[in-house]
């Protein structure tokens, strides 16, 4: 493993008229990590994997993948590279053994290297038994290893992937975060969009959080979980109880302001000491501040992304902001794009 980054980036900028997509980001991805780009819609995640696929013109700022200049050697760039967006890019009317197959002969394989390549990988992500099917009757999860396998036809030492679990369920998203740690097994260093908190914290080695463009932390998912605290204390306070008492009472015990999931509705305690839970408890019930539930429970990074930003991870889904307008065009041709190049 080389000690050379697999992406270095400094001061990258992404204008789109008056907006500003991505604003000074800096970035430094290891070898043979799995490297989390966290962020809501329209943070800067997409525009910033673009950037760095020669998707995208770079506005301002430099990158460089293992070495080679972004913008001055897109070419070679491309050569380093697997991109797959958020949507799977195969042709419908063609089996999956046919997709990967003119893939394979776009990018330069011969007819019978190209066919045993394409039957190596659907073996190995699990789709042999389905390779002479259409994609029209492949499931969201097959559809998306296969355009997994798309991107792995030249074995590229860098992989890009922008939200690769979006629209899966469970079982299938657990599948996939397999199949994604055994590409780093392989060799491969893997970079990762993703508004998910709990793939972040499953994946990644480290995390960058991007939000409306800036990178506010990067570091280990523990290391940036340790700055809200050593452990939480989650609070479900009783029909009929008063959250404006239970927030006072709180600051006066431990002088920290609880925070709101929206995933759980609870109130979550920064502690510093987990016996400080005790103290907490006691003054809400002399407060007659009355508890359903109640567990101390290590940081989330939905918390750690609340305590930077002020807001949730993922605090509107709606696609009219001119910032999610840009994140999100165009996603499923680029990766054609990619392919071909």
Same mark, same amino acid.
């Given at each position: 493993?080389? &000690? %050379?980054?697999? !992406?270095?980036?400094?001061?990258?900028?992404?204008?789109?008229?008056?907006?500003?997509?991505?604003?000074?980001?800096?970035?430094?991805? +290891? /070898?043979?990590?799995?490297?989390?780009?966290?962020?809501?819609?329209?943070?800067?995640?997409?525009? &910033?994997?673009? %950037?760095?696929?020669?998707?995208?013109?770079?506005?301002?700022?430099?990158?460089?993948?293992?070495?080679?200049? =972004?913008?001055?050697?897109?070419? #070679?760039?491309?050569?380093?590279?697997? =991109?797959?967006?958020?949507?799977?890019?195969?042709?419908?009317?063609?089996?999956?053994?046919?997709?990967?197959?003119?893939?394979? +002969?776009? $990018?330069?394989?011969?007819?019978?290297?190209?066919?045993?390549?394409? #039957?190596?990988?659907?073996?190995?992500?699990?789709?042999?038994?389905?390779?002479? +099917?259409r994609i029209a009757e492949f499931s969201g999860g097959m559809r998306r290893r296969l355009d997994l396998a798309a991107s792995?036809?030249? #074995?590229?030492?860098?992989?890009?992937?922008?939200?690769? /679990?979006?629209?899966?369920?469970?079982?299938?998203?657990? $599948? %996939?975060?397999? &199949?994604?740690?055994?590409?780093?097994?392989?060799?491969?260093?893997?970079?990762?969009?993703?508004?998910?908190?709990?793939?972040?914290? $499953?994946?990644?080695?480290?995390?960058?959080?991007?939000?409306?463009?800036?990178?506010?932390?990067?570091?280990?998912?523990?290391?940036?979980?340790?700055?809200?605290?050593?452990?939480?204390? $989650?609070?479900?306070?009783?029909?009929?109880?008063?959250?404006?008492?239970a927030r006072e009472v709180v600051w006066r015990v431990l002088g920290a302001e609880p925070a709101t999931t929206p995933e759980?509705?609870?109130?979550?305690?920064?502690?510093?000491?987990?016996?400080?839970?005790?103290? =907490?408890?006691?003054?809400? #019930?002399?407060?007659?501040?009355?508890?359903?539930? !109640?567990? =101390?429970?290590?940081? &989330?990074?939905?918390?750690?992304?609340?305590?930077?930003?002020?807001?949730?991870?993922?605090?509107?889904?709606?696609?009219?902001?001119?910032?999610?307008?840009?994140?999100?065009?165009?996603?499923?041709?680029?990766?054609?794009? %990619?392919?071909?190049?």
């Open positions: 493993m080389t &000690t %050379m980054p697999a !992406v270095q980036a400094s001061g990258l900028v992404k204008k789109f008229g008056d907006l500003r997509a991505v604003d000074h980001i800096d970035l430094e991805v +290891r /070898t043979g990590e799995i490297f989390g780009v966290l962020g809501p819609n329209g943070a800067g995640k997409t525009t &910033t994997l673009k %950037m760095l696929a020669t998707l995208l013109s770079i506005d301002g700022g430099r990158a460089e993948i293992f070495g080679v200049d =972004v913008a001055a050697e897109a070419h #070679r760039v491309r050569q380093l590279i697997g =991109v797959t967006g958020q949507y799977a890019s195969v042709d419908e009317d063609l089996s999956g053994a046919e997709n990967l197959w003119l893939f394979g +002969r776009l $990018q330069g394989l011969s007819s019978k290297d190209a066919r045993a390549t394409a #039957r190596r990988l659907l073996d190995q992500f699990g789709l042999g038994e389905a390779a002479d +099917r792995l036809i030249t #074995r590229p030492p860098l992989i890009f992937l922008d939200e690769p /679990t979006t629209g899966l369920d469970p079982r299938t998203r657990g $599948q %996939m975060w397999d &199949t994604i740690r055994g590409l780093v097994d392989d060799g491969c260093t893997v970079l990762l969009t993703t508004q998910y908190l709990d793939e972040a914290d $499953q994946l990644a080695d480290r995390v960058c959080v991007i939000d409306q463009g800036r990178k506010v932390a990067e570091g280990t998912p523990d290391a940036l979980k340790s700055q809200v605290g050593d452990s939480t204390l $989650q609070l479900e306070l009783a029909p009929g109880a008063d959250p404006v008492r759980s509705g609870r109130l979550n305690v920064p502690l510093d000491v987990a016996d400080r839970a005790a103290d =907490v408890l006691i003054a809400l #019930r002399e407060a007659a501040v009355d508890i359903a539930s !109640v567990s =101390v429970a290590k940081p &989330t990074l939905d918390e750690v992304f609340f305590a930077l930003t002020g807001h949730g991870a993922v605090p509107d889904q709606s696609p009219t902001s001119p910032a999610e307008t840009a994140e999100t065009a165009g996603t499923a041709d680029d990766h054609h794009v %990619m392919e071909v190049a």
